[in-house]
């Protein structure tokens, strides 16, 4: 694994913290040792097998967080062997700093230290899945723009029964009734509510469809239902054949509009 020294806060924590020059932080399981206060590896290591047993019993893999490794130690009189190390996440060393012994003045802050930074951590990381929501959200609204406009030169007149039939094409439903499947309300936008897998797979079909009707110089409003309901077909298909389930079992998200309520008012706090 290829490192480089992290730079940052000088906490006795950050200083033995490290990166990949792939940005990958981690921890070496023998400098943790030393700064949780354990005198031997082998009582160390009790603290780093239940900390495994922990981390499966909460469902995330260990050999994720984990990684055993080897290095070279120096041993006796300048001796030199190879001993057992572990690359440690993030979310590993907290788990080892919660199952480590409580008498040691060292482990409750460290306990405090990876709570806060992995508490950090999942705000980032959400923060991150706005964004793209967001982004693809508005690349939605784009692609529909562009595909009202082509099925208007199509020929389209009632566009609620055309993009109805997009929907029953890729749902098996009318939107109102994957709206109650997944617990949105009427007066919801239905994309706004949607996680980024399904506004992607929503995008897609709209760009299909409208270049279907363009390239394929479709006309009339029922051939044009027939290429949404189609194209919804086959993006259904794939997404079942991919990820095991259809579109309308996914989970509904968080509307878009509270996330942009959110931002509003975090930008008016700053």
């Known amino acids: 694994?290829?490192?480089?020294?992290?730079?940052?806060?000088?906490?006795?924590?950050d200083s033995i913290r490290r990166v990949t020059t792939a940005g990958v932080e981690y921890w070496y399981a023998r400098e943790l040792q030393q700064?949780?206060?354990?005198?031997?590896?082998?009582?160390?290591?009790?603290?780093?097998?239940r900390a495994m047993?922990?981390?499966?019993?909460?469902?995330?893999?260990?050999?994720?967080?984990?990684?055993?490794?080897?290095?070279?130690?120096?041993?006796?009189?300048?001796?030199?062997?190879?001993?057992?190390?572990?690359?440690l996440s993030r979310y590993a060393c907290y788990l080892i700093a919660m199952n480590a012994d409580p008498h040691k003045a060292r482990v409750a802050?460290?306990?405090?230290?990876?709570?806060?930074?992995?508490?950090?951590?999942?705000?980032a990381e959400a923060a991150s899945e706005d964004d793209k929501r967001l982004e693809i959200r508005e690349r939605v609204k784009a692609s529909s723009t562009a595909l009202n406009s082509t099925a208007s030169r199509s020929g389209v007149t009632h566009f609620a029964f055309f993009h109805d039939a997009g929907y029953r094409g890729m749902y098996?439903?009318?939107?109102?009734?994957?709206?109650?499947m997944k617990g949105i309300a009427p007066s919801e936008d239905f994309l706004d509510c949607v996680g980024p897998l399904e506004l992607s797979a929503n995008d897609f079909r709209i760009r299909l469809t409208e270049e279907k009707l363009r390239v394929n110089g479709v006309k009339g409003q029922k051939p044009a239902e027939e290429v949404h309901a189609a194209v919804g077909r086959k993006v259904r298909k794939?997404?079942?054949?991919?990820?095991?389930?259809?579109?309308?079992?996914?989970?509904?998200?968080?509307?878009?509009k509270q996330i942009e309520k959110r931002k509003r008012k975090e930008l008016k706090g700053k």
């Not at 098996?172 to 109650?180: D, E, H, L, Y």
């Not at 991919?242 to 968080?254: D, F, H, N, S, T």
Request: glycine share 10%.
């Open 53 to 87: 047993e922990a981390c499966e019993g909460s469902g995330v893999a260990a050999s994720h967080q984990f990684l055993e490794t080897t290095k070279m130690m120096t041993v006796g009189k300048g001796g030199r062997r190879q001993g057992k190390d572990f690359y």
């Open 238 to 256: 794939t997404v079942v054949e991919e990820i095991g389930r259809p579109p309308e079992k996914l989970p509904r998200a968080e509307s878009i």
């Open 35 to 49: 700064h949780l206060g354990y005198d031997t590896w082998e009582n160390f290591e009790t603290a780093i097998r």
């Open 109 to 123: 802050l460290a306990q405090s230290y990876f709570a806060v930074q992995t508490r950090r951590q999942e705000i």
């Open 172 to 180: 098996n439903a009318s939107q109102g009734a994957v709206k109650r």
């Open 1 to 13: 694994m290829t490192e480089i020294t992290a730079p940052g806060p000088s906490g006795i924590f």
